[in-house]
């Protein structure tokens, strides 16, 4: 076993949590945030969680560096969101060459990262400290699922579901907007269960909008949003949207979310709005939203960033073209990708649910190879590179129990 000395800046990161419960039989961390690295500490590893709004958290982190001096190995905890930027690498980076940090990983579930992390850092050596990690794969609990008490077999209801489709939106994006928008003006939402509370749709529809900008994981494209006095009027007439949870309830706790169990079940396919959509040679990723109709074996049409389905396929999962034309997927253009995608949720709700119900029943493999590879992957043990690269920098310094 052994023994490594720990600083953390947020101690509930997910990822940390994963870690130490995943390799807690060959690795021990003792918590340093509330005790003085004396003499007997000769180094230590330093864990930061990158949530998108935190360059200035991580400036004032640095400070950390300026009191001990101790050799280093700093990871930085991207795996949530895959929220790192070019402006935060270079913070990164300064850090870096004016510190004692011997050594250091980024985690991210961003596989375009490495993209970044070459223009900043330039040199070839560290291009392997980008570790790819999507953080959502490997936890036990989340929004309400836990998949520690899922059942072996899940088919939801086999009877005709009251549903063709479920579209679940809560954190205010222009392209949700702009989704149900859709949806409304084709008459769709009748098919689905949709929900959409107003929040700051409100100040978007009235023009009075502002963005925080140190805030990445917020929309700034909602600052700029244009939309017609038709749009305007049409969002206004069917905002908000509840299924069960109503505006109070989404205000009041950021976590709270309808009874997801029900709604998959009584629904035949998932349209997901991604958290992240307007297109960027700098990312390429996937969140829970995808990993949910894994579990609850929806087939699934996703307004989110291009190539989306080839990371999922890149993944080992199946994706669905004898039901859907996917080539939506590859459209570089916002506009076009998001009507093309659209318009294949109205080619699906077009069909009498009976259909849908047929081609649903006829894509069983497809979803059973899918919910089972997700229960598989959440098995690994991971991230098991972090664990190799921490192992080998304590033991090539001897600090051992």
Same mark, same amino acid.
Do not use: A, F
């Given at each position: 076993m052994i023994t490594v000395p720990l600083v953390t800046m947020n101690q509930n990161s997910r990822s940390l949590g994963t870690f130490i419960e995943n390799f807690k039989d060959t690795i021990h961390f003792k918590s340093y945030n509330d005790k003085i690295l004396d003499d007997s500490v000769s180094k230590v590893v330093v864990f930061f969680e990158y949530l998108g709004d935190n360059d200035y958290v991580f400036k004032t982190f640095v400070n950390y560096f300026e009191t001990y001096t101790k050799p280093t190995f700093l990871v930085i905890d991207d795996s949530y969101e895959g929220l790192a930027d070019i402006e935060f690498l270079k913070i990164l980076k300064q850090a870096i060459e004016k510190y004692n940090i011997s050594d250091w990983v980024i985690l991210s579930c961003n596989k375009r990262l490495p993209i970044m992390i070459k223009r900043v850092f330039g040199e070839r050596k560290y291009y392997n400290n980008y570790v790819y990690f999507n953080v959502q794969l490997s936890l036990d609990r989340y929004d309400g699922i836990d998949l520690r008490t899922q059942p072996d077999q899940w088919n939801g209801n086999t009877n005709l579901r009251q549903k063709k489709y479920l579209c679940l939106n809560r954190q205010e994006r222009l392209h949700r907007l702009q989704t149900v928008d859709y949806l409304a003006k084709e008459d769709l939402l009748k098919h689905g269960f949709v929900s959409c509370p107003l929040g700051q749709y409100n100040d978007v529809l009235q023009g009075t909008f502002t963005n925080e900008t140190n805030l990445k994981y917020r929309d700034q494209n909602l600052q700029n949003a244009k939309l017609s006095k038709e749009q305007i009027k049409r969002l206004k007439d069917n905002l908000p949207l509840h299924l069960d949870l109503n505006e109070q309830s989404y205000s009041k706790m950021a976590r709270n979310l309808p009874n997801v169990d029900y709604y998959f079940s009584e629904s035949y396919f998932s349209l997901i709005t991604e958290g992240d959509f307007y297109q960027s040679d700098m990312r390429k990723a996937i969140t829970e939203k995808v990993f949910k109709c894994f579990l609850y074996k929806h087939p699934f049409i996703v307004v989110g960033l291009p190539n989306s389905l080839e990371l999922v396929r890149e993944l080992g999962f199946m994706t669905f073209n004898e039901m859907i034309d996917e080539s939506y997927d590859e459209i570089e253009d916002d506009i076009q990708r998001l009507e093309s995608a659209l318009?294949?949720?109205?080619?699906?709700?077009?069909?009498?649910?009976?259909?849908?119900?047929?081609? !649903?029943?006829?894509?069983?493999?497809?979803?059973?190879?899918?919910?089972?590879? !997700?229960?598989?992957?959440?098995?690994? +043990?991971?991230?098991?590179?972090?664990?190799? +690269?921490?192992?080998?920098?304590?033991l090539y310094s001897s600090v051992q129990e």
């Open positions: 318009e294949q949720v109205k080619i699906l709700t077009s069909k009498n649910i009976h259909t849908i119900q047929d081609i !649903y029943n006829n894509m069983q493999e497809i979803l059973e190879h899918n919910r089972n590879h !997700y229960l598989q992957l959440h098995k690994q +043990k991971q991230p098991i590179i972090l664990l190799q +690269k921490i192992k080998q920098w304590v």
